[in-house]
């Protein structure tokens, strides 16, 4: 994709701070990171969003995500870390190419608290929602799903 800011990173046209690279995945620091190492892997090939990979994306990019998020806690020794990816603007996707943050963490960064208060969900909507994802769960394989 010509004017997606990823793609011109993984092209070379336009700078970061590249911290690892293999034939199929980049990671590199965000300019505004949320804190010390905060890091993004994407896949080299444009894909819109995790829902819309392919099984051949996902297992270069978990194997990167692992590698740099075992590296990132063996240098800055972080007390925690988020992994974290997103999916369209309701979901704050901000740039349309599949990305993941990790974001190594400490008591009291500026991140702060990621997940709003809990509230409760009746068991009869849990059993319906969970009925309903079993079943397509168990009828669609992975490979056979065509996203559009």
């Not at 829902?51 to 998020?69: I, R």
Request: proline share 9%; aromatic share 6%; hydrophobic share 40%.
């Amino acid at each position: 994709m010509p004017s997606c800011p990823f793609c011109q990173i993984v092209r070379k046209e336009s700078p970061a701070e590249v911290i690892y690279e293999t034939d199929d995945t980049l990671a590199f620091f965000p300019t505004e990171p949320a804190t010390r190492g905060h890091t993004m892997v994407i896949p080299k090939r444009h894909v819109r969003s995790f829902l819309e990979a392919e099984a051949a994306d996902v297992q270069p990019l978990g194997l990167t995500v692992l590698k740099v998020s075992r590296a990132l806690q063996r240098v800055l020794n972080p007390e925690g870390m988020n992994l974290i990816t997103s999916a369209g603007e309701a979901a704050s996707q901000s740039v349309d190419h599949l990305h993941v943050h990790l974001v190594p963490r400490w008591e009291g960064d500026a991140v702060g608290e990621i997940w709003p208060p809990k509230v409760p969900t009746s068991e009869a909507v849990l059993e319906e929602v969970a009925d309903a994802l079993r079943e397509f769960c168990g009828a669609e394989r992975l490979e056979d799903r065509n996203p559009e």
